[in-house]
């Protein structure tokens, strides 16, 4: 009797982790050649460095859209940028996952602002409110491409990898 006790009760305990986790927080996980792996949700993002920028969606309508710039979150990961950012670690580049598995690659001196002038927004607003289902919580703005294409929707994942033959 005893041991279907503590069975149903760590099935119980378990069931209510798994349910706090799945009725939490949407979450962004950082991870691959980083010092810190993270885990954000949209209220951690509130709390870094906030960046906002102007840009035509694929509606041709322009909008406002605000965030992190994606150099913070990876800072934020201890990711090799600035000073370090050269030799091997000029081979590094960031893979963003979405929830349907769509990928887009960007290299990581395209991010650096030692590097670039241009500013890769990981937006969480546009125009003022949340992003829309279908396109949040997270997702990427890059004003300086002449397509959307990499304007990945819907992420859930990015990770620092090195190009290795």
């Known amino acids: 009797m005893k041991k279907s006790y503590r069975l149903l009760t760590v099935l119980l305990l378990f069931s209510a982790v798994a349910f706090a986790q799945s009725s939490g927080q949407p979450e962004l996980s950082i991870t691959g050649e980083v010092l810190k792996p993270l885990s954000l949700t949209p209220d951690d993002l509130s709390k870094m460095p906030q960046s906002k920028l102007k840009a035509k969606d694929r509606d041709n309508a322009e909008h406002e859209y605000s965030g992190v710039a994606l150099v913070e979150v990876l800072k934020a990961a201890g990711v090799t940028l600035g000073g ?18 769509y990928q887009v690659l ?9 590097f670039t ?12 409110k ?14 300086a491409d002449k397509k959307q ?3 990945i929707r819907e992420i859930r994942s990015i990770k620092v990898q090195f190009a290795r033959d």
């Open 117 to 128: 002038s241009d500013m890769v927004l990981l937006a969480t607003m546009v125009d003022g």
């Open 130 to 143: 949340p992003l829309p289902k279908g396109e949040g919580p997270f997702r990427l703005v890059n004003p």
């Open 149 to 151: 294409a990499r304007w």
């Open 84 to 101: 370090q950012l050269r030799g091997e670690n000029l081979a590094k580049y960031v893979l963003v996952t979405a929830a349907d598995n």
């Open 106 to 114: 960007y290299a990581l001196p395209e991010l650096d602002p030692e």
